[in-house]
């Protein structure tokens, strides 16, 4: 019944139900358009900074005597995610050779499981000794696929005659361009050892017949480290910074803080500014309208009515037309989302979404104008029509 009476009287009174719809998606929709915006904005920019594993690299910028003890303590610390020890940077370069074409100087670095390059280039198989990956510029410089072969080749001095190593290795993965830029190899950690060793005089397995190993072996010069999140490099970098000169992202973090930052404090001042605004027009109109209607509620009085189901009714009208404003204006959103995400994404490149919404925000929105226009109805019609007095109102009829 009061479902009935609410429904009729909101038809009866289209004109004022329409004024509180508009006003109400007057502050809705740009509120819902400038929140995805701010979480769009950022969300792809974390995205961005999570899915580049260079900006969870620590490098070590020179060269030290790093022990087992260091990189036993690097495993066991929780925000490692993966390291492994690094040979002097002299000691990394080889000459690659494929399908008629040799280039000079190209650095290779170790690589073990759940390497986060890896990883992130969908490859899941690990490096044998005589293995490699490559950096897809790479590869296309050489016309490499995967399951080809290569030579690498690396030289030596020794006892003042000029040695070279030629051995075949077979491409096992490409590693994507946006993970690895640069020109370079991915190759089996002790390899990389061997390879080392080799240039210090040793015959060592893979370069040499394996007849004279490095047993003197105690320490690396540098670490290759990957923390596990963001949030894991100001730590682990605060750290390290103490005993190593390293460098990481610690900049393009704080940056994206102080974006978050701004865009919060932004969105937060015009929020505040926008719901004030409109829960004061919005209460403007539902006392207006209540006002004008205080006549009709004494008629229905006489007839029997409580006065709890008069405001029970007045709650009711007010709830469809906050849902019919909130559903409007998530229609009036959704083409702002689609107009931006078309005109702006590509541009600013920084991700697929430049207005982005989940659903438990389009839910915490709906709940909030909902019981923000249940709570303003229920306090206005509490206060006018707990002091009707009927014969007045009719006598003004």
Known sequence: MILQLALKALKFEKLVSFCLI?????VIAPLLLLFSLRF?????????LKQDPSNLEIKFMSGYKLGDEFFESLKENPHVQFVLPLTRSLSV???VFANGKLIDRIDAMPTAKNDPLVLRSGITQDLGLNEVFMSKSLAEDLKLKVGDSLKLKISRKLNDVNENSVQTFTLKGIIDSRYLQLRKILINFDTLVYMEDYRDGFNPP???DGSKLNQARDSF???????KTLDDVEPMSKMLRQSYSITDSSDQIEKLNKITSILNFVFTAIALVSVVGGLLAATGLIFTNLKRRLQGFALLKLTGISNSKCIEQVVVENLILSLCAYVLS??????????????????????TDVSLISTTHVLFGLLATVLSCAAISY??????????????SLRTA
């Open 22 to 26: 508009a006003s109400l998606c007057s």
């Open 330 to 351: 998530l229609l009036l959103f959704m083409v702002g989302m689609i107009w931006f995400n078309t005109s702006f994404a590509a541009d600013l490149k920084i991700g």
């Open 221 to 227: 010069a540098k670490a290759r480290l990957y923390v």
């Open 93 to 95: 370069t080889t000459s």
């Open 206 to 208: 893979v370069f040499s």
């Open 40 to 48: 769009g904005i950022i969300t792809n920019l974390e995205e961005n």
């Open 379 to 392: 306090g206005i019609a509490k206060i006018l029509l707990s002091k009707i007095n009927i014969a007045d």
